[in-house]
């Protein structure tokens, strides 16, 4: 297994998961936006996280934020769909590789 190499979002997925236990509540945006982080962490170990993923999700979280939920909504699901895609791809590279190999 590759090792996760620490950066902001994983950070920030620790913070927001302490905040919102400490809170004691957990929004159905903010369960979303964290299982999608999971998921991207999930691609980048995997060395198949997309390019723009990383950036909807800061994206989303700042949206959020300033209180437009529409927005933030709609780029928590395209980044958990590049997420899930990424996921499918290296699970699917892991093997397909071999047929392209010439013999």
Do not use: H
Not at 3 to 22: D, K, Q, T, Y
Request: glycine content about 4%; aromatic content about 8%.
């Amino acid at each position: 297994m590759v090792p996760v190499r620490a950066n902001r979002s994983g950070l920030a997925v620790i913070i927001l998961a302490a905040v919102f236990a400490a809170a004691g509540c957990t929004t159905t945006f903010e369960r979303q936006w964290t299982e999608a982080e999971q998921l991207r962490l999930e691609a980048a170990a995997a060395g198949a996280e997309w390019l723009q993923t990383e950036a909807l999700l800061d994206q989303a979280r700042d949206q959020a934020a300033e209180g437009d939920m529409d927005a933030a909504w709609e780029l928590v699901d395209k980044a958990r769909f590049q997420s899930e895609a990424a996921v499918r791809q290296a699970e699917y590279e892991s093997t397909a590789w071999q047929n392209r190999v010439i013999k």
